[in-house]
């Protein structure tokens, strides 16, 4: 059997992670997207790759032959509502690998579909869609693959060579929701101040903004990580969260982008999640609840 021959792989969510996976594993394996549309209509967009060159992708729409595997590509408020909506099409023992960023959204589809083998990706492959509706494929990262149910224990080998069809590194984490925790305490430290400042990563430096609330941004969120049983000191998280911002200055942070855009953004399930988690555990947050409703309320502007 060759790869084109094997079940379809099923994305959901036509945006910039979506679109760039669905471009590079198309080559090899049948790919559908499943989009919030219910039009057939087949997509046809420019991928720009990384080296610079430009492809004419094309792919089918969604349809009710059962996949061989499922990647959720949408935003994390969206995620479980869209897995929802086609569930009943998936077979049961066909691998949902959820690419979101954050931390919620993950365990709420884990424990729905807990005898499912569902699985959590964390990728630094950096994708955005252009105002000519171009795919560029902006940054080469590695995305780390890992296990949230049970049974996608015995289903990680094969769902490594699935994704790796897509040519991109891939790697495997036993401990995946442990390296969740270490991008959610990135993210919680740098996304909300990009977006509330409106500036790249490497502005925030030295904002007085930023300099007056990092500090028990990361408290807060190391507390809430001791209580978890992910001990790491407050401290070495804030210089974590400089060394990112400095590495990345010229980058604009998807909060950012969504905020510009007058998009959803993700922020219940960055800051928002350290101040609910927090509730669960006796713990106070009150920096980043300060800033989830500070975005909140820039998004409603
Ligand atoms: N882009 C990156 O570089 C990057 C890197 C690492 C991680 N991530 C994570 O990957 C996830 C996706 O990011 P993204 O940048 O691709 O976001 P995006 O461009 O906003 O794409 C999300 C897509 O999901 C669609 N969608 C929403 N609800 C849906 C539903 N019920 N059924 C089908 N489609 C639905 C949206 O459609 P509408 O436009 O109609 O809402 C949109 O096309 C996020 O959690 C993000 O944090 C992204």
């Not at 036509?14 to 049948?30: H, I, N």
């Not at 604009?252 to 988690?277: L, P």
Request: hydrophobic share 40%; with cysteine; net charge negative.
């Amino acid at each position: 059997m060759t790869e084109k021959e094997r079940a379809p792989i099923l994305i959901i969510g036509a945006g910039a992670m979506g679109r760039l996976w669905a471009g590079l594993l198309s080559p090899r394996v049948s790919v559908r997207l499943a989009t919030r549309s219910t039009t057939s209509a087949t997509l046809q967009y420019t991928l720009v790759h990384l080296e610079g060159h430009s492809e004419r992708i094309e792919i089918g729409p969604s349809s009710n032959a059962p996949p061989g595997s499922v990647l959720v590509m949408t935003k994390a408020p969206d995620a479980e509502s869209a897995l929802t909506a086609v569930s009943s099409h998936i077979p049961p023992d066909v691998p949902i690998i959820l690419f979101q960023n954050g931390m919620g959204s993950q365990q709420d589809i884990a424990k729905r579909f807990s005898q499912r083998p569902v699985f959590a990706a964390s990728t630094t492959e950096g994708a955005y869609i252009d105002d000519g509706g171009r795919v560029i494929h902006a940054g080469r990262g590695t995305t780390w693959l890992g296990p949230l149910t049970t049974t996608a224990h015995t289903r990680l080998d094969q769902t490594m060579i699935t994704l790796r069809l897509s040519e991109l590194d891939i790697q495997s984490d036993p401990d995946i929701e442990g390296r969740l925790w270490q991008k959610l305490a990135i993210n919680a430290g740098i996304n909300p101040f990009t977006a509330l400042i409106d500036c790249p990563n490497g502005e925030i430096l030295g904002h007085p903004y930023f300099e007056e609330r990092i500090a028990d941004v990361c408290r807060e969120v190391a507390a809430l990580m001791q209580a978890s049983g992910r001990p790491v000191e407050a401290q070495s998280l804030e210089a974590h969260v400089r060394d990112v911002a400095r590495r990345t200055a010229a980058n604009s942070s998807s909060m950012r982008q969504d905020v510009r855009a007058g998009r959803t953004t993700e922020i219940d399930m960055m800051n928002g999640f350290v101040v609910q988690a927090s509730v669960i555990h006796g713990l106070d947050a009150p920096v980043n609840c300060e800033l989830t409703d500070a975005v909140t309320h820039l998004k409603q502007d």
